[in-house]
């Protein structure tokens, strides 16, 4: 099973890219882990934030293929992190080749996203920007890895 996360844009933080950096890394140590960066949309001052998320949509599926995913959106289930551990064991025991994930541009993401997903989960009620959410996301992601291994990680 390789995990696999979509994203928006490049991180244009250098802290940022780090966190990530360094949270990808651990993350191979447990399971094939990959960053998809699909460029921002060409042109983007000159369109509405729903041509925007339209047109990001069009990349992503297209990317994507017939691979099955799920959505970082706000409005998602939220979990705790050992509740998230068992989600993320239950997308293994149910097998398959790639566990997606996607987060969106600063605009979310079009219809048709939600309606070809799997589901959405949120990392709480709060707002972060797409490129916060990166570094967040692949920490839990390790955190869950962590968790599932009975490694000292995470503290209850």
Known sequence: MVIRLYCIGKTGKSFLQEGEDYY???MNHYVPFERVILPDVKNASKKSA???KR???QLLLKKLGQEKFFLLDEKGKSFTSVQFSTFIQKQFNQGGQTLNFIIGGPYGFDQQMYDKSLGKIALGPMTFSHQMIRVFFIEQLYRAMTILKGEPYHHE
Do not use: Q, V
């Open 24 to 26: 990808a890394k651990r």
């Open 55 to 57: 047109e990001e949509a």
């Open 50 to 52: 729903e041509e925007i």
